[in-house]
């Protein structure tokens, strides 16, 4: 199993951290934000999280943030027993000089390898009445963008690097990979939300979700340097 190499930023609303091989390239970027059904980055970062949709905002900190919530005509939340779609919520965009691959998490058990870990956050879809999917087009057209899809699958390990394994999903070669950023691409992210309970949430939901890139000919276990 290939594995890369990933360093990773995790706060509540600290950014995100980058490693930087040569001039303005950097090798890999993981952001945990929060959001209210909330998620965050720095627009002008080396993986730039911009706000396009009505539910997606920059706060005084100029990290991004998803409410879900409410409304200013009245909403108190998203319906019960139903299936909401939000479409063009923010853009994913490189802005290194590298290509990365690309994941957004949305349970807490996508994202780590290990859920017992100190560092360890719920996430979005953690309730127990709550599921959905995040894509890269409308209409779940596109390639998938979860931790574990068919283009790829990443984790974050517990020294908070994502690891990603191309091998076991046949499509090691970057040029065919639709996951992956070049320099200067970027990508609007879609999410679906499936409500399947009453009008209150339970479970041990919270209120993130995790955006990471990991360089993909970065790998730790044939001499990538993994920090």
């Known amino acids: 199993m290939q594995r890369r190499k990933f360093i990773a930023g995790v706060g509540s609303l600290a950014a995100g951290a980058a490693a930087v091989t040569g001039t303005g390239a950097f090798t890999s970027?993981?952001?945990?934000?929060?959001?209210?059904?909330?998620?965050?980055?720095?627009?002008?970062?080396?993986l730039a999280l911009k706000p396009i949709g009505d539910r997606a905002s920059t706060d005084t900190d100029g990290e991004l943030q998803l409410d879900f919530s409410s409304s200013n005509t009245g909403s108190q939340g998203l319906n019960q027993n139903a299936r909401t779609a939000f479409t063009d919520l923010?853009?994913?965009r490189n802005q290194g000089d590298n290509p990365v691959y690309i994941?957004?998490?949305?349970?807490?058990?996508?994202?780590?390898e290990s859920t017992s870990q100190s560092n360890s956050k719920l996430h979005l879809f953690d309730y127990n009445e709550l599921s959905g999917f995040v894509y890269a087009e409308e209409n779940g057209s596109g390639p998938g963008l979860s931790f574990n899809g068919g283009n790829g699958n990443m984790y974050i390990d517990s020294g908070g690097r994502v690891d990603v394994s191309?091998?076991?999903?046949g499509v090691s070669d970057p040029a065919n990979n639709p996951r992956i950023l070049y320099a200067g691409e970027s990508v609007n992210v879609d999410l679906s939300i499936i409500h399947s309970g009453k009008d209150e949430l339970t479970g041990n939901g919270g209120d993130r979700i995790t955006i990471a890139a990991a360089e993909p000919n970065s790998d730790r276990a044939n001499g990538g340097n993994g920090t």
Do not use: H, M, T, W
Request: charged share 15%; net charge negative.
């Open 29 to 46: 970027v993981q952001a945990e934000r929060s959001v209210s059904v909330n998620v965050a980055s720095d627009p002008n970062a080396y």
């Open 90 to 92: 923010f853009q994913i």
């Open 103 to 112: 994941g957004v998490g949305l349970e807490e058990s996508d994202v780590y």
């Open 166 to 169: 191309f091998q076991s999903n």
